[in-house]
């Protein structure tokens, strides 16, 4: 089983940055990737980014390119997502999620999940 604890969420305008948080416990030994998705109210959840485990193959969804970045701290176990220039279209939860798969861009390939953080962008 693997953990995951986001952090990081809350309301920002629109432009504004904000970094979201994840930190990884458990067994991190059988995680491939580690990704990003969100949804919003009366939409289904969708994949934002994801990074392989080791840091590398970084994938992300043509809504964010350019101004989503994702990262990983190796000490810590924790990955990161930077997000700038937001717009109110982010508004959405965001979910941290692991996958045993090395590259995964699908929602589906994901089978850990952590308990979402709320991003409103918002004037």
């Known amino acids: 089983q693997v953990q995951l604890v986001e952090s990081g969420g809350g309301l920002v305008q629109p432009g504004g940055a904000l970094r979201l948080s994840c930190a990884a416990s458990?067994?991190?030994?059988?995680?491939?990737?580690m990704g990003w998705c969100r949804q919003a109210p009366d939409k289904e959840r969708e994949f934002v980014v994801a990074?392989?485990?080791?840091?590398?193959?970084?994938y992300y969804a043509d809504s964010v390119k350019g101004r989503f970045t994702m990262s990983r701290d190796n000490a810590k176990n924790t990955v990161y997502l930077q997000m700038n220039s937001l717009k109110p279209e982010d508004t959405a939860v965001y979910y941290c999620?692991?996958?045993?798969?090395?590259?995964?861009?699908?929602?589906?390939?994901?089978?850990?999940w952590g308990q979402g953080t709320q991003v409103t962008v918002s004037s």
């Open positions: 990074i392989s485990w080791n840091g590398r193959n970084p």
């Open positions: 999620a692991a996958s045993p798969t090395y590259f995964a861009s699908s929602r589906d390939q994901y089978e850990y």
């Open positions: 458990g067994s991190i030994f059988s995680i491939g990737a």
